[in-house]
């Protein structure tokens, strides 16, 4: 349950949605400048430093605040994180909806010809 805003209530005129890049995903990450660099998650009962369950990310537990802002599990939003791949990987989601905006033509004119 995130806590109350005093803030104004005000409309939404539009929402934009994009896709992050690799350069844009590593500057938000909370793991810098590595990433995730362990296959472990827990010891003893502890989120593991550089793990999938780093306390980094966001709290998992009600008796662990988070290690980025602080909060507790009720209000922390979570923060992003990032994997090094030894090789670049689609995103499946992505593939599909990919492959069908490069088939869809093009909705700008042409460049005008130039006179020889």
């Known amino acids: 349950m995130f806590m109350h805003s005093e803030a104004d209530i005000?409309?939404?005129?539009?929402?934009?949605?994009?896709?992050?890049g690799p350069d844009e995903i590593k500057a938000m990450s909370v793991?810098?400048?590595?990433?995730?660099?362990?296959?472990?998650?827990?010891?003893?009962?502890k989120p593991v430093q550089g793990g999938l369950m780093d306390p980094?990310?966001?709290?998992?537990?009600?008796?662990?605040?988070?290690?980025?802002?602080g909060m507790d599990h009720n209000e922390c939003?979570?923060?992003?994180g990032?994997?090094?791949?030894?090789?670049?990987?689609?995103?499946v989601s992505f593939l599909e909806n990919t492959m069908k905006a490069a088939r869809r033509p093009s909705r700008r004119p042409p460049p005008p010809r130039r006179e020889k």
């Open 77 to 80: 939003p979570g923060h992003f």
């Open 56 to 69: 980094r990310l966001g709290s998992i537990d009600r008796y662990i605040n988070c290690a980025t802002c």
């Open 82 to 91: 990032h994997i090094e791949l030894a090789k670049p990987m689609y995103h």
């Open 10 to 20: 005000k409309k939404v005129k539009r929402v934009q949605f994009g896709i992050l």
């Open 31 to 45: 793991m810098q400048p590595d990433g995730v660099t362990s296959d472990r998650t827990f010891d003893n009962g």
